[in-house]
């Protein structure tokens, strides 16, 4: 595919006041699965299994982030990425998922926001990032009504412990991801199926985040809290009726059933039938629990689907066709349609809602086939896709949409769960076997980007790029 030049964009467009980031997750990129106390992780026993992530890769090592964390906050000093989002292992801090607390957890995380700040990096960190511990999906997980106890309880020993420098939190990352793949569909830790499980975990995900944002706001009055959700644009296949209801139900999963309860909407059942089997677990109280007032909205915002009504779809009686199903060849290694108008559709929808205070893009990326040549790697796809998507960001922010900030996912090449090794969406690339780091053309243009440099282009750094090593 040719790859059409880069528009140039300034970042004196943005405002002052709009946060630049990079975000990573604790399970992706850490490795030392069993160092200093850690305890098991829903994850480390998922990827444990047979058969459950492509190649058979596993986390054990990732990125080696626990061990090379300094090098990869001097790469994001380098890149002038002024803002980090990085998440807590649950199992690190409290290796059971319940008290004791592990100090050498604490220490370890303590020694990463030191050096972030000693680099003038601001920390954002997210409480959880799909890491369950372990012993507690053998109390049931997030299918227990207990969780929300033991996500506050781990909550509250975080902003004890990181609060005095940690400023921007958020509590939950993608809920409708992490409850559907792993307690419905199976193909995500901890792999539970049905429909029960899934009911159970949304109700119990949605209370804990609201616990979560209020011992926050309880431990750090001035802390900057929010919590971030997927989000995808919806269109129709058709005209036809069915087809169009089959796409709202759809876009009601995913882009309204946990953000609207946080909002002190309650569930949208009418839109989506199914949801009404969340009742049975509702108790006295839930609607006001469930709700809280936050700083700001994360999005997740990657790419568009197109849906058609299908008889044989359980419950919601939809289905996604894919794009090169639909002629459309501008597709990620995930087989996600580039489509940055998503991000454009998206941000107006979400800031149509009334309790939404501000948003922010919390990530945003592509994975694509990405090569070392000659020490460099020349992803111009993704300095596109990034570029495209800034520019739609642009356009609805001066249409009067209240986002403030931009993260991409991600600083580095990682373990993308169930793809394993095979997608890689990093501004830096990484060779897993070596765990040598080269930064990518994408990452030198956002470098630029940053430092206002306004007549960036892709073709600029057709050069051999410097490269990083681990010591």
Known sequence: MQVPPVTDLDRALFGDDFQWGVSTAAF???????????????????????????????????CDFYNCFKDDIELIRQLHIPNFRFSISWSRIMPTGQHPVNQAGIDHYNKIIDFMLQCGIEPWVTLYHWDLPHDLELKGGWTNRECVNWFADYAAVCARSFGNRVKH??????????????????????????????IKAVHHVTLATAAGGRI????????????????????????????????????TLLNRAFIEPILGMGYPQSDLPVLKRLNKYMQPGDIEAMAFDFDFTGLQCYTREVVKASFFTPYLGARLVPAKKRGINTVTEMGWEVYPETMYHLLHKFSQYKGINKIIITENGAAFADEVVDETVNDALRTHYINEHLKELLKAKQEGVNVQGYFVWSLTDNF??????????????????TQKRTIKQSGYWLRDFLKGNTQTTATKHNKKFETHYKP
Request: aromatic fraction near 12%.
């Open 169 to 198: 939190w958020m509590v939950m990352n993608e809920p409708s991801v992490f409850t559907g793949a792993g307690y419905f569909f199976g193909i995500h830790a901890p792999g539970k199926k049905g429909i029960t499980n899934f």
């Open 416 to 433: 993308e769960w169930a793809e394993g090794y095979h997608a890689r969406f990093g501004l830096i690339h990484i060779d897993f076997e």
């Open 216 to 251: 926050l706001r309880s431990e750090l009055p001035h802390a900057h809290i929010g919590t971030t959700f997927s989000c995808t644009y919806i269109e129709s296949a058709s005209q036809n009726p069915r087809d169009v209801a089959a796409a709202k139900r759809v876009d």
């Open 28 to 62: 992706q990129i850490e490795g030392s699965h069993d160092a200093d106390g850690k305890g098991l992780s829903i994850w480390d026993v998922f990827t444990a299994k047979r058969g459950t992530i492509k190649g058979g890769h596993h986390a054990m090592d990732a």
